[in-house]
């Protein structure tokens, strides 16, 4: 019986071999799940294998916790591997949802691929942590889009009802034309207004050629190993899931909160675009980062604290620029001591703006760039019960489709460090520290 189990299996897997890169050693079953095995070679990064297996850098963290060290040649990797199947969904009459009964082996990315549904939006409908025979809501929302153009076509149906019903297709067109000239000249005087000091030199000579009726937005959450918590423990701990999910899930629901209103939000965390992971990959390839004066009006600290002189500053070393690889950030990296420094994004690949503006006609990026859970053992609120205060910080930037830094800084949320349930630190926090990302974006 054993003999026929292993033949099947081997069987099964064969049916689906066309699927597996041949420059994997094999494969392997642990916990019900099957994984690629992968040897490292010299010169490999961590975004490299992501990119060339379709798999998030937080998926290759979580099944191998030893990349939280580094990347090493000579390591064997476990790569999720997950055979094609069909999505199985049913709806609710009465509600109008559609329903998925959550299989062993599946996360939100695969389900997002099978639906094509963002990861984002899964979020939103969804509690943060998957179950083996959960029920899930896999319902596409409607987009912000589509509801802006309802009430137009109605409006110009009634006005064309009283002479001819062709009018709304031919006057439709019409309209548009008559908007883009209106709009070419503002745009082109555009690079000519940033300073200097402003513009990345890589980019300042680069001109996009494109107008969006609707503005568009590119979102690049932190990378994974730009997550710094001293809590990560506990959460897990009363949240009954794996502390390596608990970066997760502060990372995708950050993503997913990050849709502001008038805009159409392109997410490359579990967007609906197929190479979204490669892109994403890109993106942090192009990036470095320095501790930089904050560019926002105020700083959004949740309350005052009392200003230090010039001389108690502790003050992050001028012109310090850190490198993308994540192994190296994770050790180099530090919590900038300054309130009036935050941790900005610096545009490096002078392909960047080119490539992305082409791809998908954003006018901002919005860059989150760090994000600290910290529990703060000097300010206690209950000592009876040892809970302290807590600390949620994100650092962000945002840059115009020029390539001209418009706004950056860093945001906080005081909270209590006696929740430890993840659920509720989220629907408490994100939401907050979003909503103050997003009004930094010029009106």
């Keep these: 019986m054993k003999t026929f189990y292993c033949l099947l ?32 070679e010299p010169g490999e990064t961590v975004y490299r294998i992501s990119t060339k297996y379709g798999i998030p850098v937080s998926d290759l963290l979580e099944e191998n916790p030893e990349l939280e060290k580094g990347l090493k040649t000579g390591m064997v990797l476990l790569i999720p591997y997950l055979p094609e199947k069909k999505p199985k969904a049913n709806a609710d009459e009465e509600s109008g949802q559609q329903y998925h009964t959550v299989e062993k082996g599946e996360t939100f990315f695969s389900l997002s691929r099978k639906y094509n549904i963002p990861v984002s939006d899964l979020l939103k409908q969804n509690n943060v942590e998957l179950k083996t025979g959960q029920k899930i809501i896999v319902t596409k929302p409607v987009t912000q889009k589509s509801v802006q153009k309802q009430p137009e076509v109605d409006n110009k149906k009634l006005e064309f009802n009283t002479t001819k019903t062709e009018g709304p297709k031919k006057e439709e067109p019409k309209s548009n034309e008559v908007q883009k000239p ?48 001293d809590a990560d423990d506990e959460i897990a701990a009363v949240s009954k899931i ?36 490669t ?14 004066d904050v560019m926002m009006s105020g700083l959004h600290i949740d309350k005052p604290e009392i200003k230090k002189s010039k001389g108690d500053l502790k003050k992050p070393t001028k012109g310090t620029e850190l490198s993308s690889n994540g192994a190296q950030l994770q050790s180099r990296s530090s919590i900038a001591k300054d309130d009036g420094k935050y941790f900005a994004v610096r545009i490096k690949d002078p392909n960047f703006f080119p490539f992305f503006n082409t791809k998908y006609k954003p006018d901002y990026y919005i860059f989150v760039s760090q994000f600290e859970v910290k529990t703060n053992y000097e300010n206690c609120l209950d000592r009876a019960r040892q809970n302290y205060e807590r600390v949620f910080t994100t650092h962000f930037s945002i840059f115009d489709k020029y390539g001209k830094q418009v706004s950056g800084g860093r945001l906080k949320s005081l909270y209590e460090s006696g929740n430890n349930n993840l659920e509720k630190i989220l629907s408490d926090n994100i939401p907050a520290l979003a909503e103050k990302i997003m009004a930094e974006l010029p009106k």
């Design 9 to 40: 299996t081997a069987l099964i897997f064969c049916l689906n071999v066309k699927a597996v890169p041949l420059d994997s050693i094999g494969i392997t079953k642990q916990d019900g799940k099957f994984y690629i095995k992968y040897l490292v």
């Design 182 to 229: 209106i709009e070419e000249p503002k745009v082109t005087s555009k690079p000519e207004t940033p300073k200097p000091e402003t513009v990345n030199s890589s980019t300042e000579n680069y001109t996009p050629d494109y107008v969006n009726s609707t503005k568009k937005v590119i979102v690049i959450p932190f990378d994974p190993y730009l997550y710094f918590s």
């Design 242 to 277: 794996n502390r390596i999910k608990v970066r997760q899930a502060f990372r995708k629901r950050l993503n997913a909160y990050l849709e502001p209103k008038g805009f159409e939000t392109i997410h490359l965390l579990g967007g609906q675009a197929k190479d979204s992971t």
């Design 279 to 292: 892109d994403l990959n890109r993106a942090y390839s192009s990036i470095s980062y320095t501790y930089d």
